[in-house]
């Protein structure tokens, strides 16, 4: 019994490897697009590499043991987070919430006063995750099809939201019209 309670008491605190997040570079390139392929993300493979280099954007990876499991991309210019992803053996471990906390410290670099991000609504987990780090929905902008049947939904979130800002006060526009926030 109390070898039992030993190696219980070993698994329970054994300590996990540091995770660092540090800037991504080329050698990180064949982990993300794992990652985002994993997910089904929309963009893979040669398109994923050749959007990274193309695009001005600024990327995070979340190392472990030399090892990627995760990543995070935003538009400086903008504040806005393109993507937060975290390979799926490795949810639930504070990796989203480090890469999100990496962009939330580079906003007075980037002299932003807010960060936004879109995610779908069919990603409840990831919207949970948002509303818990002080993002609020400010934008539901909806998608149908050539016959005017609903498929998706995309909710903006804002950190900080508006001040005074309630969730009477969000939008819900066409996918097909553009606005501003």
Do not use: C
Request: proline share 4%; charged share 25%.
């Amino acid at each position: 019994m109390l070898k039992l309670l030993k190696v219980l008491a070993g698994w329970l605190f054994k300590r996990r490897p540091a995770i660092t997040v540090r800037p991504w570079n080329m050698t990180d390139i064949r982990a993300l697009i794992t990652i985002e392929e994993e997910d089904g993300g929309p963009i893979e493979g040669k398109a994923f590499f050749n959007w990274i280099l193309e695009e001005q954007v600024y990327g995070v990876v979340a190392v472990e043991n030399g090892v990627v499991q995760g990543f995070a991309v935003a538009y400086p210019d903008s504040g806005y987070i393109y993507t937060i992803r975290v390979a799926k053996k490795s949810r639930r471990r504070k990796i989203g919430t480090r890469l999100l906390k990496h962009f939330l410290i580079a906003l007075n670099v980037w002299q932003k006063q807010q960060l936004s991000i879109d995610v779908s609504n069919k990603n409840a987990g990831g919207r949970r995750f948002l509303e818990r780090n002080g993002f609020a929905v400010v934008l539901i902008t909806e998608y149908h099809d050539d016959d005017g049947n609903f498929q998706e939904a995309f909710l903006t979130l804002q950190r900080p939201p508006p001040t005074g800002f309630t969730w009477n006060d969000v939008m819900v526009v066409n996918g097909d019209e553009t606005i501003e926030l």
